[in-house]
């Protein structure tokens, strides 16, 4: 990302332009780095920072330092270099000639190799056909399949001398560049043929090997000079120093041995005669200079490396002094733009149309166009403030007046001659402006004025006293006004009325607007952003009357500070916001999205922002001490260099583990996550929120810079996803997102298998508890159904033993009876002989009954309708009572047991009884009903059923109730030309 805006010397005329200070850092032993003694600086693909030193190595994510050391398995902790070969993979040599580290996901390991000899390497070099060569004291080295092969480096066949100590290396083509290192009493510079694996050409003097650039140029350092190899003699496999050309023709008498290569420029730590470090200088290809000097700490070091990265952060490697790291902010800051001599300082600015006019505390005007800047001196003193100017006409006013300046271009300068003064003890507000049709619109004391010709010709006072803070005229000449005390108001200009100028066409109340407005500005999509005074800024939709919210910024979410001072509207649509204590940038990602940019904290300067405003590539604002501030334009390939958001580190119950791990036991359930995203430009300003899918928590946690470490206590067990989320606040950059699945495994007895077999071994007692309890059951059914049968049996034998034994007796009796009445006449003997014969055949018909009732053979439903609608009608017939019966024709052969039978027979035998007895009654109807239950009518044409009856027959009655009771069935007697009897008996059918 280009993050440097460059400052070319003709930008104003003979001025000399004094920059703020360039914000750095210094990275010490007190700050995490492990060594102050740092040799160099290197960055992988992911943007971590590592640092080679005397004490061990550094890996810097841009939230922690993480060290190794011989304790963390380094061979020893001098590093001499380093080099990425696979994701977050790298070979790191150190002063061993024994072994070879390589450090894999963060752990430190030794490199397995099947060489043992393995020799003392100093420089790690991949060349362009993506093979690695080795620097080493002991020659040039290969490293190709996981072994390290020596290449030939024979300086002369007759002495069969090797090329030993080798330092820095580097290649084009067929051909590698070897320099020596201090160590060797004879340092030269050679040249090594690929193809033919041998030296094929050297230089015998004292040469410093740089680097090669973006074009695939050597650069080499000759004490006091630099150079350039020669492309055309190198392809013959010849060195030929030339000077530098083009832009770079500059730095051919530079001292200096510390170059980082851009992709068309060079950064250069630049020392004086004294060799004393002075500043950095950026040399464009075409010859562009920027100077940055250097912080005082760096000036006496040793800097021994200097490394541009990704972001365009400059890192310096010092012998005893730590890091210094200096940030290429996209605000500059020039203190004092027309040169101390002059002390003079910008009171105000105006721009308008690639045209920009600096008013000054002196009497000098300032004006920058395309052609360059040109300073005016003014007839007054101070120089009022230029509010106009179309090329023809130049206006300017100070507290009071209006003045319309004269230019004398020859002379440069301009006269001012005042054309409307305001009356009494009023003055201009904050803001005046020239409408499309040329006339003046100011704030003047409680009200707003319209002047033309230097005439007021209109004026509208505020409705109650206000303070109108800022307006302006949109693309549809509306004018809107900012009141601090009553909201916004919108009108439409009027030339053609002079006393109707202003008509208010909208008012949106203070109610409908958020804090109280200070500033506002309306973007190139119709959005209105008004910045509050204590609520920080607000996004605006206008519709129709009504102004809706969209978003809002304040300290909260990214913004320095929530009084809002002033607002501009770039070329790129971002917005440029100046507040009380600094600057800052709404970057517009896509439609509806936007984020905080802060500039003052990327450059570590704060101040009040009175103004601000845009040309067509900057932006610019004006502090109130006086302050120029420029700002570059944001990169527009923002995610091409967009830091990713790493996890560096897994804790698990405070143990260090694997990054990467997907599974843990149900005792691990106590995570930390350290994540990282390697941005250097404002890492402090980096902050970190996050959200645990499967938690049940749906809200992202705070952001802040301590969530860079993410602890999760007391997981239950189960699937989980971890969203982090990374947010740059000080820069462009989109925020990084990462995302980390786990789960956290059950204990045994919760596991899926544990509760299948549970489930099972639950399923099989309950299936073995039911088979024992249905066969307990079936045993107690069968032991019940043979005591039943044994029962019946009985029953059947006593039934058997009564029609034998007591029926025969009985009908013996009876005929004894009767031949005794047949052979003598006695009118003494025979009524008792006929009492006899009638008891024996009452006897014989109760005996049938109980028979009946005995026998198992009856035991069903149609056995007992038949038996009792026969006993009924015999019965009826034998007392001279009509009887009608009415019972189904087909009976289903139900199981009765004798018991229900036998209660169901006695209750019908009382209802007759009762019937035959009390009810005087000539006609019996018996029914029988079968639907759920089977019902028994009785239904008699007799006398009724009163109290009186009921208590000659009350015996009866309860004997028929507790009847039913014993077999659950009811009894139910009603009144109905007679009384009717309705027994209910439930049966299963």
Known sequence: MQRIVIILAYLFFCTTIIAQQYPFVHYTPKDGLINSRVKKAYQDSKGRMYFLTYGGLSVYDGVRFKNYTTKEGLAVSLVNDILEVGDDSLLIASNNGNFLNVLVKGKMKFLKLPSTNIPLINHFYRHENGKIYLSSDDGLFILEKNNIRKLNTTLSVQTNTDLVYLNNITGVGNWLI???????????????????????????????????????????SMIEKLFILDSAALIKGRLLPVPPKGGYLQTKDYSAFNIAFGKNCIWIVHRDKGYKNTEIRRIDESGGLLKMPLPSKATSSFIKNILIDRENTIWLSNDGEGVFKMLNSPLMIFENLFGNSNKTFIDDAYYSDETTWYSTNTNKLFKKSKQGAVAFTSNLTPAPDVFYDNGKKLLAHDSRRIYEGIINSQKKSVNFHSTISVPGSDMWGK??????????????????????????????????????????????????????????????????????????????????????????????????????????????????????????????????????????????????????????????????????????KSSNFFVKINKTWSDSKRSYALSFSGFLLEISAPSQDVRSNNPQLLLEEMKVNTQSIATGKKTFKHKENNISFLVAAPSFIDEKQIVYTYLLEGSGNKQWSDTSAANAVINLTNLSPGKYNLKAKAFFLSTSYLPAELSYPFEINPPWWQTWWFRAMMSLLIIGLIIIGFKIYYRRKLEIKTSFLEKQQAIEKERTRIATDMHDDLGAGLSRIKFLTQSLLNKKKDDMINPELEKISAFSDEMSEKMGEIIWALNEKNDTLADLVAFTRSYTMEYLASHNIQCEADTPMNLPVTFLTGEMRRNIFLSVKECLHNVVKHSGATKVLFSVHLNAAMQIIVHDNGKGFNTDFQKLFRNGVQNIEKRMKEINGTVIYTNDAGTKVMLTIPINL
């Open 178 to 220: 070897l320099s020596t290192n201090e160590l060797n009493n004879h340092q030269s510079f050679y040249l090594y043929d690929i193809e033919k694996n041998r030296i094929c050409d050297s230089l015998s003097k004292p040469v410093l090997l740089i680097g090669k650039d973006g074009r695939n140029r050597v650069w080499i």
């Open 431 to 600: 803001k005046l402006l020239s409408d499309p049709n040329g006339n003046l619109i100011a704030v003047q004391g409680l009200g707003m004025a319209v002047w033309r010709n230097n005439k007021q010709v209109f004026y509208l006072p505020l409705e109650k006293p206000d303070i109108i803070d800022d307006f302006l005229i949109d693309k549809d000449n509306l004018l809107w006004a900012i009141k601090r005390y009553s909201g916004i108001d919108v009108f439409r200009l009027h030339p053609e009325s002079d006393s109707k100028y202003l008509e208010l066409a909208c008012n949106f109340p203070k109610d409908k607007i958020r804090g109280s407005p200070r500033s506002l500005v309306i973007d190139k999509t119709g959005l209105i952003w008004v910045g509050t005074r204590d609520d920080g800024l607000v996004c605006y939709q206008r519709e129709d009357n009504n102004l809706v919210p969209l978003l809002q910024f304040d300290a909260s979410n990214g913004l320095t500070d929530n009084f809002i001072t002033t607002l501009a509207c770039d070329s790129m649509n971002n917005i440029i916001v100046g507040t009380q204590t600094g600057l800052d940038r709404i970057l517009r990602l896509n439609k509806n999205s936007y984020r905080v940019e802060n500039l003052s």
